[in-house]
């Protein structure tokens, strides 16, 4: 499929579990970007990625650990999941960074910690 | 860090014009824009405007940036209840690359 998809949608796991979300997009963007959304905090910016092997944090990295081998894929790995990252995550992926250079989303992955 | 506020909800009926409003403290942003969610979805870009702008229109969506007083407004003309959904204010600042989302404020259309 053709666009930045995400797998899985939704996903149940218990606390302390290691859970990976992946975010895959078809443009060959250089830059790559994971969010959470929360009620009332909108989007919060975890990690992102200029180009493949360069990744940087965001405003709520804690807890998160990202890779980007392949310029397509950029998975969000949570070591041990708490209560408190039950959340709504999104990747997103852009061309480049100017402000005209717009952010494309995916579905997004519902995530519940039990 | 940089704040960005958006009222939580707002209601209009059909045919009526609605204005969404944000406010945003970081006098460095070079760009602000205007996103749209529906439900299950993501977020996909609406409009933006550069900071050098007062005013943008695109068809029913005007945007209108009062950068003395950092308040951007999106007024959606005719709306209708397709427009139904989560609308998201965000700016980015002079550092590039990171964008700093408001809360979300959810409008809904009656019939």
């Known amino acids: 499929d053709a666009g930045i998809t995400q797998s899985p949608r939704y996903k149940i796991t218990e606390t302390g579990r290691q859970v990976t979300l992946m975010c895959h997009q078809t443009?060959?963007?250089?830059?790559m970007f994971w969010y959470r959304q929360d009620l009332g905090h909108g989007l919060r910016l975890i990690y992102y990625s200029a180009a493949a092997d360069i990744t940087d944090k965001g405003e709520v990295p804690d807890g998160y650990v990202v890779s980007r081998s392949k310029t397509e894929n950029f998975p969000l790995t949570l070591e041990s999941a708490t209560r408190s990252q039950t959340s709504v995550y999104f990747c997103a992926s852009s061309d480049g960074t100017s402000g005209s250079d717009e952010q494309y989303f995916g579905p997004g992955t519902r995530l519940t910690v039990t | 860090g940089e704040d960005v506020e958006q009222s939580l909800f707002l209601s209009v009926r059909e045919g009526d014009s609605s204005v969404i409003n944000c406010t945003y403290t970081d006098s460095s942003s070079t760009y602000l824009y205007w996103y749209k969610q529906e439900p299950g979805a993501g977020l996909q870009l609406l409009t933006y405007?550069?900071?050098?702008?007062d005013m943008k229109q695109d068809q029913r969506l005007t945007v209108l940036l009062n950068k003395k007083d950092k308040h951007l407004s999106l007024r959606i003309a005719d709306t209708q209840t397709g427009d139904s959904a989560i609308y998201f204010c965000a700016e980015m600042g002079n550092a590039g690359n990171m964008l700093t989302f408001g809360g979300g404020t959810r409008l809904m259309v009656k019939p």
């Open positions: 405007i550069f900071s050098n702008m």
């Open positions: 443009w060959s963007h250089s830059y």
